[in-house]
Nanobody, 124 residues
Framework: QVQLAESGGGLVQAGGSLRLSCAAS????????MGWFRQASGKEREFVAT????????YYADSVKGRFAISRDNAKNTVDLQMNSLEPEDTAVYYC?????????????????WGQGTQVTVSS
């Protein structure tokens, strides 16, 4: 079973940037899609971004399109989320997820494994 561990969260001012990283253990990482989700206090977990097993295809939630970028390095078993032009509305715990398919993971039911999450707080 793949174990996932996020890092890189923190406190940043609005307009700033953060880069989240997710390290995976296990051999199935390179053959699966990966995704980032987030959960704000009192809200449901929501999709942020996903990347195919090869890195050729990426998809984003409308709320982050043009500001966030997902990437992966299969040699290092990592998937990153570069977050620019951060807004207070981006404040949440961010989770990486291992997809069940090669192409994408858009919803929680399509995820096999989750990390423990990393807190991102954007101050206004």
């Amino acid at each position: 079973q793949v174990q996932l561990a996020e890092s890189g969260g923190g406190l940043v001012q609005a307009g700033g940037s953060l880069r989240l990283s997710c390290a995976a253990s296990g051999r199935t990482f390179s053959s699966r899609a990966m995704g980032w989700f987030r959960q704000a206090s009192g809200k449901e977990r929501e999709f942020v971004a996903t990347i195919s097993w090869s890195g050729d295809s990426t998809y984003y939630a409308d709320s982050v399109k043009g500001r966030f970028a997902i990437s992966r390095d299969n040699a290092k078993n990592t998937v990153d989320l570069q977050m620019n032009s951060l807004e207070p509305e981006d404040t949440a715990v961010y989770y990486c997820a291992l997809g069940r398919s090669k192409i994408s993971v858009f919803s929680m039911r399509n995820a096999d494994s989750w990390g423990q999450g990393t807190q991102v707080t954007v101050s206004s």
